[in-house]
Structure formats: structure tokens, C-alpha cells
């Protein structure tokens, strides 16, 4: 089958997920970069939704990371990047919609909510996400391991990979680190973070800070994070 197109956006969490994937599996692949702020007609065509990332394999056009993601692994099953047993392979993909369902809405929330009372909501039900991952989620299915499934690198810490990327911009905005409950994901980002298919497509914090300083368009939060 014909070589991989990716489009992609350099800031995009999504993005850097099926990135992430490419390399981890060594597939080959060519990137084109897409403006999202003016988006050329023909990447319509090709993401009907207008979103990052996209490929186009052959006859395929696809959008959606988890989807792109699941194609990938399905098309180029080595290295494997989810369990092969069912019901281990199942757990996963729940951890995976945990991440899309709860953690990134409570964390968009904390970050650009509307006002102070949205943001605030944002803040205990982030925290509350973090808690529970630690807790009921990698603490439980690590074992000794360093990932989130134990000794093998999975879908699931890619899932969860970016936003643990960008919480300096919530220490910048909005004042939030880790707490210190969460020991386990603590080591867990620590050792992500030196893989090297994650240095691979990484942004420094101040490519966020500066990035979402226009977005956010308000000064840095100066309160303390009870």
C-alpha cells in the first residue's frame, strides 16, 4: 500500500498523538502541516470535520486520532500498541475514552472557561480526573511497570500524553500543578517524557505560554492553588 499522508498541526494534542503512533511503529510516512486559521479547501475534502490530524492511505481518508490511531494499529500491528487479549485490549480502550471523555474536557474547562465560576468547575473536576487515574487507573494496571499497562507502551499513555505536555500553561494561567497525591502518574510523565518518540514531536512550554497568551488574551493568574 502507498506511503502514509499525514496532515497535522504543530499545537495540535490530537496531532501529536497519531505522531506519536508513526514513529512508535516506524511506518513511512510524509507531513503536511496545516493552517487551521485558514484551511485550504482540498484538506475539507480530506477531514470532512476540518480537524487535525488526518491521513490519506491509498484509498483511505481518515480523521480522528483515536479512529487513525486503531487503523494504525490494526494495518501495522507491530510493535503492538494494545493488548492482544480481549478483555485487557477492552480496559484499555475505556482508559483511552477516560482520557478523551473526562480528563481533556476538564482540563479545556480549566483553562478556557468563560468565566471564573466555569474555570473553577474545571479546576475540581480536573483534579477529580487526576485522582481517579491515579487511583483507579494507573496505579492498579502499571503493576511494576513503567507505563500505564506495565512494561509495554500503549495507546493509552499516548492518549494521555498531551495534556500532561501542556500543564505548565495551567501553572502559568491558572496556578495548577500536579498534587502531590499523585506520585504514580508523576513518575509515569517523568519517564514518558524521555521517550524518544515523544521528544520527537514535543513543544517547549514556552511555545504553549506564548501560544496561548493570544488565546486566552488576559493577564497570568496570581493566586495560589488551595
Known amino acids: 500500500m ?5 496532515y497535522f498541526a504543530k499545537g495540535s494534542t490530537f496531532s501529536q498523538r497519531t505522531r506519536v503512533v508513526l514513529l512508535e511503529k516506524g511506518i513511512d510516512f510524509t507531513a503536511t502541516e496545516v493552517d487551521l486559521q485558514n484551511k485550504p479547501d482540498w484538506f475539507i475534502q480530506i477531514s470532512r ?12 481518508e481518515l480523521f480522528e486520532s483515536s479512529i487513525i490511531n486503531e487503523y494504525l494499529e490494526e494495518v501495522f500491528p507491530e510493535p503492538a500498541l494494545l493488548p492482544s487479549d480481549p478483555a485487557a485490549k477492552a480496559i484499555a480502550r ?8 473526562r480528563l481533556v474536557p476538564a482540563f479545556n474547562k480549566l483553562l478556557r472557561g468563560k468565566d471564573s465560576t466555569e ?7 480536573f483534579l477529580e480526573a487526576l485522582l481517579y487515574v491515579e487511583q483507579e487507573g494507573i496505579s492498579k494496571l502499571s503493576g511494576n511497570g513503567p507505563y500505564w499497562l506495565g512494561e509495554n ?8 500524553y498531551p495534556w500532561f505536555e501542556r500543564l505548565p500553561v495551567l501553572e502559568h494561567f491558572r496556578n495548577f500543578t500536579l498534587p502531590t497525591e499523585t506520585p504514580r502518574l508523576q513518575e509515569w510523565w517523568s519517564v514518558l517524557r524521555d521517550r524518544e518518540s515523544i521528544k520527537a514531536v514535543e513543544n517547549p512550554a514556552s511555545y504553549y505560554i506564548e501560544r496561548f497568551t493570544k ?10 492553588q488551595k
Do not use: C, M
Not at 502507498?2 to 499525514?6: E, Y
Not at 470535520?49 to 483511505?60: R, S
Not at 475505556?94 to 471523555?101: E, K, M, P, R, V
Not at 507502551?153 to 494521555?160: P, R
Open 119 to 125: 474555570r473553577e468547575q474545571g479546576r475540581r473536576e
Open 215 to 224: 488565546i486566552l488574551g488576559e493577564p497570568v493568574a496570581v493566586a495560589t
Open 94 to 101: 475505556i482508559w483511552i475514552d477516560y482520557a478523551n471523555t
Open 153 to 160: 507502551f500503549s495507546l493509552v499513555d499516548i492518549s494521555f
Open 49 to 60: 470535520y476540518g480537524k487535525v490530524p488526518a491521513i490519506k492511505h491509498g484509498d483511505v
Open 2 to 6: 502507498s506511503t502514509i499522508q499525514l
